[in-house]
């Protein structure tokens, strides 16, 4: 059974944002050119930056992200284990940035420690 209905959710975003954009239509406007500008380099190919994207929104705990991407992905040719590699390389980065603040803590109490 799923967490959530992911499709119901997914158009609820998208037209949450269509709303939005209704709103505010410049800053739609500059979200897209920003999302854009990635796909004019050729560099990456879409089904790369969709697994990046994918592996981000889960670092950024964005539920709409993720309908919105793995939807992309999966479209784009993406497989389930594919999927699963760009989760776990956000995971292994997410561990990677507590071990660094962790640190950062440490060095917060041992400033204290020294007056």
């Given at each position: ?36 500008a990635g796909q004019k380099t050729g560099h990456l190919d879409a ?39 760009a989760l776990g390389v956000a995971a292994s980065i997410n561990a ?20």
């Open positions: 059974m799923s967490m959530l209905d992911w499709n119901l959710y997914r158009k609820q975003i998208i037209s949450g944002v269509a709303g939005l954009a209704k709103l505010t239509p410049d800053t739609l406007r500059g979200y897209s050119a920003m999302g854009a089904r790369t930056r969709e697994l990046i994207a994918l592996a981000v929104a889960v670092s950024l705990r964005c539920d709409g992200c993720i309908t919105v991407h793995v939807d992309a992905a999966k479209r784009l040719g993406a497989t389930g284990d594919q999927i699963a590699e990677g940035a507590t071990i660094v603040y962790a640190t950062r803590a440490l060095d917060a109490f041992a400033a204290l420690e020294q007056g």
